[in-house]
C-alpha cells in the first residue's frame, strides 16, 4: 500500500491575515504579557492558565535575579539574554567570584548593555555560598530567586516558581528536578548523590522535599535577608534549607513548596564544578546548621 503523500510544509499565516481585525489586538499584547495573559485566561479559562504558570503580574512587582559567577565566559553572555527574556519586572545582580578568563571583561559590557544589571566583585575567590551572600545584601526586589551562570537551568521557568508567593501560598520555593519535567541523561552517582543527601537533610528538618541540592530557590527577600549565612562554597544548599526549616521563635514557620523544573545538567568538560569533596561538605552543613548555628 502506498503511503499517502506528506502533506507540503507551508509557512502559517499570521493571526492577522487570517483576521484583519485581530491586528490592533495582536499588536497591543506583542509588548504587555499582562494583556496576553487576559486573552489567554478568555481562551482557556483561568484555572487552566494557572496551571501552566499564566496569570497577571502585579502591579509595582520586581524580581531580584541573583547570579554566582565564576569562570562562565562561554556560557553567561546567553544566560543574562535568557534571564532579560522573561517578562517579569526584573533587576540581576550577578556577583563575579574572581574570575580568572574572560568573565570580568563580559560582565563590564553586560552591565553598560542594560540598565537593570548590578555587577559586583570578590576580593579573593570564595565560592557560590560567599557570592550569593554578597548578592542578597544588595537585593531590592519583592522576591529574590537564585540562578547559576550557565545553562542547566531555564530562566523561562520564574513565572511558575514565583506564583506560589505571588498567589500568596508560600514564603519559599524549591524547584524540583525529580518530580515530573525533562532532564539531560548524565551521571547517575550524581543523582543518587543528590537523592541520597536530600533523605538525610530531610531526617534533621522535618521537610519532605525532592530535591534540596537543586539550584532554583526562591524567597521572599525579607525571608533571605533575615537569615545569616556563613557557608562560602555549596554548603549554600543545606545551610539554608536548615535555616527556613527552622521555627521562627515566636512566629509561623515560613511556607515552603516545590515545584517542578526541567534540568539540562553539563559535564565536566563542559564547565561543571560540583566534586566530590562538595558532597562531603554538604553532609557536614546538614548536621551543623542543624544541631548549631
Known amino acids: 500500500m502506498t503511503p499517502a503523500p506528506a502533506p507540503e510544509d507551508k509557512p502559517q499565516p499570521h493571526a492577522a491575515e487570517l483576521a484583519p481585525e485581530l491586528a490592533p489586538l495582536m ?7 499582562n494583556a496576553r495573559a487576559a486573552v489567554l485566561r478568555e481562551l482557556l479559562g483561568d484555572a487552566a492558565c494557572r496551571q501552566i504558570g499564566i496569570y497577571q503580574i502585579p502591579t509595582g512587582f520586581k524580581l531580584s535575579v ?7 565566559e562561554r556560557w553567561l553572555a546567553e544566560l543574562v539574554r535568557r534571564v532579560q527574556a522573561v517578562e517579569i519586572p ?6 563575579n567570584d574572581f574570575s580568572t578568563d574572560g568573565t570580568p571583561a563580559i560582565l563590564a559590557q553586560l552591565e ?26 544588595h537585593c531590592t526586589g519583592d522576591v529574590v530567586i537564585v540562578q547559576d551562570a550557565d545553562w542547566e537551568y531555564d530562566p523561562a521557568e520564574y513565572p511558575k516558581l514565583v506564583q506560589p508567593i505571588l498567589d500568596g501560598r508560600a514564603d519559599v520555593v524549591i524547584g ?38 537543586t539550584c532554583y530557590k526562591v524567597f521572599k527577600r525579607e525571608v533571605i535577608q533575615s537569615i545569616t549565612l556563613k557557608s562560602n562554597r555549596f554548603g549554600f544548599e ?31 568538560e ?10 562531603f561538605q554538604a553532609l557536614y552543613c546538614i548536621v551543623r546548621y542543624w544541631i548549631k548555628d
Open 112 to 137: 553598560k548593555q542594560y540598565d537593570n544589571v548590578r555587577v559586583f566583585h570578590q576580593p579573593k575567590n570564595m565560592g557560590k555560598g560567599a557570592a550569593l551572600r554578597e548578592g542578597f545584601k
Open 27 to 33: 499588536a497591543r499584547i506583542a509588548t504587555d504579557p
Open 90 to 95: 526584573k533587576e540581576l545582580i550577578l556577583v
Open 270 to 279: 563542559e564547565g561543571k564544578k560540583i566534586r566530590l569533596k562538595d558532597a
Open 238 to 268: 543545606p545551610e539554608v534549607t536548615a535555616k527556613i526549616a527552622r521555627r521562627r521563635k515566636g512566629k509561623a514557620p515560613w511556607r515552603i513548596y516545590e515545584v517542578p523544573i526541567s534540568y539540562s545538567g553539563r559535564t565536566y
Open 176 to 213: 524540583s528536578r525529580f518530580i515530573g519535567e525533562s532532564h539531560r541523561v548524565l551521571y547517575y552517582w550524581h543523582s543518587v548523590a543528590n537523592k541520597w543527601l536530600t533523605t538525610l537533610s530531610n531526617w534533621f528538618t522535618n521537610l519532605n522535599l525532592t530535591d534540596m541540592e
Open 66 to 72: 541573583v547570579i554566582p559567577v565564576y569562570n562562565e
